[in-house]
């Protein structure tokens, strides 16, 4: 009997892989896991089979970073991490950031916030009012003022000290409506900057593991810097912008992957990791392009605006070490592929388990 080439067992797996993501999401859990938090897989199949199926309509089919509505961006997000105090942020700044960048990866300006907190019995005032400065900076350096909100109390031990709800509104002044379904074979794709430090940061504060490393969060406002990339190329020919927060970059690769029914070929030599990152995950056993970042951005740019968008993204500061990892291709429909330092090829899937929780 004939052993099957290597062509065909390609052709296989590409197979099974296609008809798997062409099957109704389902959520064969019976309770909610960690894993269901993390962006990956479990996250993904939540959202499809549970919240799309039950709210479903035109402005939220999309799922992308917030909602369209006629010319103004809406966008919410919750924040939960632990420890509420890290190096290079807090809490506080990671809510206003975390949804200024939204309503930027919409290609919005973002205008205004809403903050609602949930507090546990016995959180310290002093601590709320750190929190609350730092937000009322971050509000300040992102040009958003914070309009409206709530606040509820929890019994002690119903919740971990304190956890935020912020939502957002921006104007969409382009004409040009950005979309992880727009990507076309040819197409760059761009990462703003090294990935993975928010996540390690956390991981890291926590004091579990006996690793030191001189590491801060990247959290910080991208409007500014995604308003430079759109302004530096033509309408139309930035495709996507998505911040890569639960997931990393692995999981907004795949989004766009599957959204736009084209590959995305990525080249590991050229993602840019900084050492401590790259060094920690290798201890870890995790990856660094599942790493959640908090500003950091992806961006899908028509090829002939690729080193225009790069040099954009250089003359601001959160952008200096932006570099072109990747390219979109035709085929295979739906994957991301890596090319890797040793000069094969593996795919990139979604993530499965949650190396990270409470990360953001």
Do not use: W
């Amino acid at each position: 009997m004939t052993e099957p080439t290597r062509t065909s067992l390609e052709e296989q797996v590409l197979l099974r892989i296609e008809r798997t993501r062409r099957s109704r999401p389902r959520v064969r859990d019976e309770h909610i896991t960690l894993a269901h938090g993390a962006g990956g897989k479990a996250t993904h199949s939540l959202i499809d089979a549970v919240f799309l199926d039950a709210f479903r309509n035109p402005l939220l089919e999309p799922l992308g970073d917030g909602a369209h509505i006629g010319e103004t961006a809406f966008t919410t997000d919750s924040f939960v991490v632990t420890p509420l105090f890290f190096p290079g942020g807090d809490i506080g700044d990671l809510a206003v950031n975390g949804t200024v960048n939204d309503l930027a990866m919409c290609g919005a300006r973002p205008r205004h916030l809403s903050a609602a907190f949930i507090l546990e019995e016995g959180f310290p005032v002093a601590h709320l009012r750190r929190i609350t400065a730092s937000m009322a900076a971050a509000a300040q350096a992102a040009g958003v003022q914070i309009v409206t909100g709530d606040t509820k109390v929890v019994e002690r031990g119903k919740a971990d000290g304190c956890y935020i709800i912020t939502s957002g509104v921006g104007t969409l002044d382009r004409p040009a409506r950005l979309s992880a379904a727009a990507a076309r074979p040819g197409d760059a794709v761009i990462v703003s900057g090294p990935i993975g430090e928010h996540g390690i940061t956390i991981m890291l504060a926590r004091g579990e593991l006996d690793i030191e490393a001189d590491l801060t969060s990247d959290t910080a406002p991208l409007a500014d810097l995604a308003a430079g990339l759109l302004d530096a190329c033509d309408d139309g020919q930035v495709r996507c912008l998505r911040d890569a927060t639960r997931g990393g970059v692995a999981t907004v690769l795949n989004e766009i992957a599957e959204a736009s029914k084209v590959a995305i070929i990525v080249n590991e030599d050229i993602i840019p990791v900084r050492p401590d990152v790259r060094g920690a995950c290798e201890l870890l056993g995790i990856d660094p392009l599942y790493v959640a970042c908090e500003g950091r951005m992806v961006a899908v740019v028509a090829r002939e605006c690729a080193e225009t968008a790069l040099a954009a993204l250089h003359e601001h500061p959160l952008g200096r070490d932006a570099a072109i990892v990747g390219q979109v291709n035709d085929d295979p429909p739906g994957l991301v592929l890596l090319k890797t330092t040793f000069g094969g090829t593996r795919i990139v899937d979604l993530l499965v388990g949650d190396p990270l929780p409470r990360i953001c």
